[in-house]
């Protein structure tokens, strides 16, 4: 993590008596408390885990985590009365917690929706959900040109280790299920960039999601495919649909007769292709 964060030398990490951590953190700035504080709740996270013997996160995988936890708690502050779910303000890491200038105050949001494949080509958005709790879900939909539903599904995600593999799961299973109840050329969606980039990556990969993203490839070469990334205001379904997955630990393939909230986010898709 220090590659990464200001945070106290390993020399300054003992325990000197009961208010040593006490005595620590009142000679660090803010932002050094809070990445300190984060860094040992991951630790005692990681140890309850071990108590309890289920299957450890990754290291990669805490780290990813945790740059990504303080990174939204940061734009939560710089930015409270922004939408942070569509994730168009920047993260100013000199400002720390303290509120940022908005230059666009005033001005009308521009809103992403969800767009339609040109005829003759399907598109499958696809995103992972997942908690520090372990539990996770996984969302898909496919569409055709008119904005029709060919297939929905969520899946429960057992011994998924972070986020990232959330979202490489959802777009392995969204594509597997393309591939085998469509024939179409195929536009894979996520708004994941960290999985597009390992999948689109050079060879061979060397991440801990290696043999994943090598399946992937190899179901990418089955048909035309192209995997692109979305904003996530413009991938509510599947993301309404791996939360599904996820909270409700369900697992389940639709071709009618959606779930009401992901029919009444489906309907909102479609009354954007006719603005």
């Known amino acids: 993590m220090r590659e990464t964060w200001d945070i106290p030398a390993d020399t300054e990490l003992k325990n000197t008596g009961t208010e040593w951590l006490l005595q620590l953190i009142h000679g660090l700035s803010e932002e050094?408390?809070?990445?300190?504080?984060?860094?040992?709740w991951r630790i005692w996270y990681v140890h309850n885990e071990i108590t309890h013997e289920k299957p450890l996160p990754s290291v990669e995988g805490s780290r990813r985590f945790l740059l990504s936890y303080l990174e939204s708690l940061?734009?939560?502050k710089q930015w409270p009365d922004k939408d942070v779910e569509k994730g168009k303000m920047v993260v100013s890491?000199?400002?720390?917690?303290?509120?940022?200038?908005?230059?666009?105050?005033?001005?009308?949001k521009e809103k992403k929706q969800w767009v339609p494949p040109k005829p003759g080509v399907l598109k499958v958005n696809v995103d992972g959900s997942w908690a520090s709790s372990g539990a996770a879900g996984a969302g898909m939909v496919i569409r055709n040109s008119e904005g029709d539903v060919v297939l929905a599904a969520c899946r429960q995600l057992v011994g998924c280790q972070d986020a990232t593999e959330a979202e490489i799961t959802a777009l392995e299973d969204g594509l597997k299920l393309a591939l085998l109840w469509t024939h179409l050329p195929l536009i894979i969606?996520?708004?994941?960039m960290v999985a597009l980039d390992l999948i689109k990556g050079g060879s061979p990969n060397m991440s801990v999601y290696a043999f994943q993203i090598s399946r992937i490839r190899d179901l990418?070469?089955?048909?035309?495919?192209?995997?692109?990334?979305?904003?996530?205001?413009?991938?509510?379904v599947s993301h309404g649909l791996a939360q599904l997955g996820r909270v409700q630990a369900r697992t389940q393939v639709?071709?009618?007769?959606?779930p009401s909230e992901i029919a009444e986010a489906?309907?909102?898709d479609c009354n954007s292709m006719n603005v």
Not at 96 to 108: E, L, M, N, T
């Open 32 to 40: 050094q408390r809070a990445r300190t504080f984060m860094l040992l």
């Open 220 to 236: 990418l070469r089955e048909r035309e495919c192209n995997c692109t990334k979305v904003d996530r205001t413009a991938n509510f």
């Open 266 to 268: 489906l309907d909102i």
């Open 254 to 258: 639709w071709f009618s007769q959606f």
């Open 189 to 192: 969606e996520t708004d994941c």
């Open 93 to 108: 890491h000199d400002k720390g917690f303290k509120r940022a200038h908005d230059p666009s105050v005033g001005r009308q």
């Open 74 to 76: 940061m734009l939560i």
